[in-house]
């Protein structure tokens, strides 16, 4: 395959020299008529199937201008494009079948195929119209298919669902609209995780309330509040307005473990209930809030009713994500690699919640009480999760850096999109939140982590956004972590 790909890329550089070349890389392809016959399709062979991407990557590299120029060329590059468009167009009677793929053909590896084959036609739609209207035309149908595939073969739908949603060609609007409405339809979950989604809502923390209160009303409610990692290195800081606590992170450390007991009766109710959740129910998730994002990426219209089912769906998520994350690793009943599945199952799903919660809200109008009340409450959920996340004794894992990021990040797009309109009850719980990933950081040593640069990240961007619009309040939140922080540091040296 190395030695396709080089050859690939040449060919792309310089296709008036080298077009007996692409018609060579399109020879290796299965032939073309074979995959849409009256009768099963042939079984691929490896070398087919290398071809087909080898095909696919040369369409995603050399733009159809530059190869109008040379007539062989030309006519090598259409038979490439036909030969991709018949395999999509096939894909729901041949590649989602077991019997195509070649014999002892994994599951993993029809994704790793479904995933580069993806990707390169993605990139090919954008360098072409001509390309991208031809596909449109079909695509959606296809990915309706796949989406309502049961049986056998629903893993190979999956592993394509899940390649698409990483890389979504074009599809029209009305086909947008049936696989929107046979994604809403797999958004059911179970009865137990949605009661515990209600019992352990973020409307109720400590920073919902701030997010959610005016102003003058948040300045009174604010409380002392402390914050314990579950995980398996814990540590604590209690953070007000302007105070965090002057224990080191050691000895709070310590005061943590000292307390630490078994495994409370509310705890395993969390556990039954999440393990309850099922991961390929999660996956299917994590894919409808990803391909709701593309839709709503390229300028597409979702209906109403469709927005607000998809946010629905998407606050539960993280909602329940604190509640997830407090549990450490020995109070699960599921060990092993079926833990960590679960584990990256979960955030990962949170993590696309997040980006089509942002996107979805995003596209409101910006007047309206509704409009803005929406937004507050979206905030203090992706607080809440942010916390949850410096917190979570899974805060190393990578994709729990990358959902960190991704909420922060929501945090930022809600301030700054809305003119500074809730910059003000930002700030007061963004403080604590500062405070204590910076707690955090001090116990790693000289690795501080991504979550450290992320929240530094994040505070700069707000700050020199702040600065424009309410330099008072600014200078007020940066005056406050200093405060914080000079009073820890007087503790320490005392």
Not at 2 to 30: M, N, Y
Not at 366 to 390: F, I, M, P
Not at 461 to 489: H, P, Q, Y
Request: charge should be negative; aromatic fraction near 6%.
């Amino acid at each position: 395959m190395e030695a396709l790909t080089e050859l690939c890329d040449l060919v792309a550089a310089h296709p008036g020299q080298f077009a007996d070349k692409l018609a060579w890389i399109c020879s290796r392809c299965p032939p073309q008529g074979s995959l849409l016959g009256a009768g099963a399709p042939p079984r691929a062979s490896r070398s087919q199937l290398n071809g087909l991407l080898t095909t696919a990557r040369f369409l995603s590299r050399c733009p159809g201008s530059d190869i109008d120029l040379y007539p062989a060329a030309a006519s090598a590059a259409a038979t490439a494009r036909s030969l991709v468009i018949e395999f999509l167009r096939a894909t729901p009677s041949a590649a989602l079948r077991a019997s195509f793929w070649p014999q002892s053909f994994p599951v993993d590896a029809v994704s790793a195929f479904f995933s580069d084959l993806l990707r390169y036609v993605a990139e090919a739609a954008e360098l072409s119209p001509d390309f991208s209207a031809e596909l449109s035309n079909f695509f959606g149908g296809t990915l309706v298919a796949a989406a309502e595939a049961l049986g056998p073969d629903a893993a190979i739908a999956r592993a394509f669902m899940v390649a698409v949603s990483q890389n979504c060609p074009p599809i029209l609007t009305a086909d947008a609209e049936r696989l929107l409405d046979c994604l809403l339809e797999q958004f059911s979950g179970s009865a137990e995780v949605e009661d515990l989604l209600s019992t352990s809502s973020s409307d109720n923390s400590a920073w919902s309330l701030s997010v959610q209160g005016t102003p003058s009303k948040v300045k009174g409610r604010e409380e002392d509040k402390e914050i314990a990692d579950d995980g398996d290195s814990e540590a604590s800081s209690k953070a007000n307005g302007s105070v965090i606590s002057g224990r080191s992170s050691v000895d709070q450390l310590a005061g943590s473990n000292e307390t630490s007991g078994g495994v409370g009766p509310a705890t395993k109710q969390h556990v039954v209930a999440f393990e309850e959740e099922s991961i390929e129910g999660l996956e299917k998730q994590e894919i409808a809030f990803k391909l709701f994002s593309h839709v709503l990426d390229r300028g597409g219209v979702v209906k109403t009713g469709h927005l607000e089912q998809v946010r629905k769906v998407a606050a539960k998520q993280l909602k329940s994500l604190p509640s997830f994350l407090k549990i450490r690793k020995h109070e699960w009943r599921e060990q092993g690699s079926l833990l960590k599945m679960r584990i990256n199952s979960k955030l990962s799903a949170c993590k696309a919640a997040t980006s089509v919660q942002i996107k979805s809200l995003l596209s409101l109008e910006t007047d309206g009480k509704t409009s803005k009340d929406l937004l507050r409450r979206t905030l203090a959920l992706l607080l809440d999760a942010s916390e949850a996340c410096v917190l979570s004794s899974w805060r190393k894992l990578k994709i729990c850096e990358e959902l960190f990021s991704s909420l922060l990040y929501g945090i930022t797009q809600i301030t700054v999109t809305r003119g500074g309109q809730l910059l003000r009850v930002l700030l007061i719980p963004l403080k604590p939140l500062v405070l204590t990933t910076c707690a955090q950081a001090d116990l790693w040593g000289n690795n501080q982590g991504a979550m450290f640069e992320t929240i530094m990240k994040i505070s700069c961007e707000i700050i020199e956004f702040g600065w424009s619009k309410d330099r008072a309040l600014v200078d007020t939140f940066i005056m406050g972590l200093a405060a914080c922080l000079r009073e820890r540091n007087d503790y320490e040296e005392q």
